[in-house]
């Protein structure tokens, strides 16, 4: 979207047949912009307010193209009517000014402020906060700023709305979402607020009553298989013997399970203990013994609860933690409380070429949560690199896109399949994106819309490490 100051439209006009789409031409020295909110003045009735998705011109021609209507502009009520259809044959095209933009904000509640326009600084960007009652696709190339401007997004909500959110955190990007960040004065007020939220980080190596435990009880059977990698079928004595464990475990201590079993002395149990001692199942630090599991803390419903995944020893510690906080909470779907659920590289947990059981497991929960969570209040943000590394079941229940830096044509070409609602002009324009450029589309957005992204309140974690430069010019060395 852009505002009037930043391109001329010259004298153009537009026509609409049925005052939901409109085609325009103008002369060779007009600018048009994808993306660009334009207010449309018919000859005979109210103005329009619409948005430019297309636009053709060769060198030195004349441009051309279309759009669709987004509203009738009410000037005497100041609103703007999203369910009216008026078609017209000849109607002038300016530049949407700032006031029109509103309008169009308050119209659909949009009160998220999450940046600007991308080819305006001047006029803010907002989301919907009620609209991410539906799934939502996050996507961007390594160096996007992706993680950054989730980061401002879940500032926002934080702030605005009473929606609690668990944040599945590999990388240690939001551990340090409860300090604030340098700013200027005008982010105070925010950051103060943002003070007041129950904000609670979960780390492996944290003390009581910050620590990442999980309770191996609480598992379902199928999910304590998954830990033990264990087939029903075709480990069918273990997998018996895994049953009769449950009568004892959650009273033992981890390294007791396995001379417990050695003492039962059955060939089964013999062969259960053998495989947990294999898998090292006991030295994992994730298991809570008597100590809050992480499925109490949510329970709780904190307004954030961030888990830190990228602090275990054994790499299948954290996916104990999704199984257990999926499971637990699609267990307890019935009680309809709402929760966000935001997996940052979330091809670490549904991607569809993992194949070890608990990877399955984990996916498997992912997918049933996308296709059935939403009417329960269990909302997906999905965060990755590429929509590819994310299994098809999962993007396809995606109402919500955010997408960043994306040069690839092929990713380009597959988010065009999936997303079928965004302009293509304005998709292929994010392979011209820089560093905190994004588009948003889709029910989270009045429009689609190409945003510069505000900076964050809080401190963003997990930041790459810079290359140590030589600032005097005498430790450089001579050049020979």
């Not at 759009?67 to 002038?92: N, Q, W, Y």
């Not at 889709?442 to 809080?458: D, Q, S």
Request: proline share 6%; aromatic share 6%; with cysteine.
């Amino acid at each position: 979207m852009t505002s009037a100051e930043n391109f001329n439209l010259g004298t153009s006009t537009a026509e609409s047949l049925d005052g939901r789409e409109f085609h325009f031409s103008g002369s060779a020295d007009m600018a048009f912009d994808v993306g660009a909110l334009v207010l449309l003045t018919p000859n005979v009735g109210k103005p329009q307010l619409g948005q430019i998705e297309e636009v053709e011109r060769a060198i030195g021609g004349a441009p051309r193209g279309a759009g669709r209507i987004l509203g009738v502009v009410d000037e005497a009520a100041h609103k703007l009517e999203t369910h009216s259809a008026e078609p017209f044959f000849s109607a002038s095209v300016h530049a949407a000014d700032s006031p029109t933009i509103e309008l169009l904000y308050d119209e659909w509640g949009a009160t998220l402020e999450i940046g600007t326009f991308y080819a305006s600084p001047t006029i803010p960007a907002r989301l919907l906060p009620h609209r991410f009652n539906r799934h939502t696709f996050w996507c961007g190339q390594s160096g996007s700023g992706k993680t950054y401007a989730l980061g401002v997004v879940l500032e926002q909500l934080l702030l605005h709305t009473r929606l609690p959110m668990v944040v599945f955190d590999p990388n240690g990007d939001f551990v340090t979402m409860a300090e604030p960040a340098d700013g200027d004065s005008d982010q105070g007020r925010s950051q103060s607020a943002l003070a007041r939220r129950d904000i609670r980080v979960l780390r492996p190596s944290a003390p009581e009553p910050d620590s990442l435990r999980v309770r191996f009880s609480d598992l379902s059977v199928p999910s304590k298989a998954a830990v033990l990698r264990l087939d029903p079928l075709t480990d069918r004595a273990e997998h018996n013997e895994l049953l009769h464990l449950e009568e004892f475990v959650s009273a033992l201590d981890a390294r007791q399970v396995v001379p417990q079993l050695r003492e039962h002395g059955t060939p089964a149990a013999l062969d259960l203990a053998s495989r947990i001692e294999n898998l090292r199942v006991t030295e994992w630090d994730v298991w809570a013994g008597g100590r809050e599991a992480v499925t109490d803390i949510i329970e709780t419903r904190p307004d954030a609860t961030v888990l830190d995944l990228g602090g275990f020893n054994f790499a299948d510690e954290s996916l104990v933690v999704a199984l257990a906080v999926l499971d637990d909470l699609w267990a307890k779907r019935e009680q309809r409380r709402p929760l966000l659920i935001v997996i940052d590289e979330a091809h670490n947990l549904c991607s569809p070429d993992a194949m070890t059981p608990m990877h399955v497991a984990v996916r498997e929960r992912i997918i049933q949560i996308a296709a059935e969570g939403r009417k329960f209040g269990l909302w997906l943000v999905l965060s990755t690199q590429r929509p590819s590394r994310i299994d098809a079941r999962v993007i396809s229940q995606c109402d919500n896109l955010a997408l960043m830096k994306m040069t690839s044509p092929v990713d380009l070409a597959e988010l065009g399949t999936i997303f079928g609602f965004v302009p293509a002009a304005m998709l292929a324009r994010a392979a011209r994106f820089s560093q905190g450029e994004a588009l948003f589309a889709g029910g989270f957005v009045p429009a689609p819309t190409m945003v510069r992204m505000a900076t964050r309140l809080t401190l963003e974690g997990g930041t790459d490490v810079r290359v140590p430069i030589r600032i005097d010019e005498s430790d450089r060395g001579e050049t020979v």
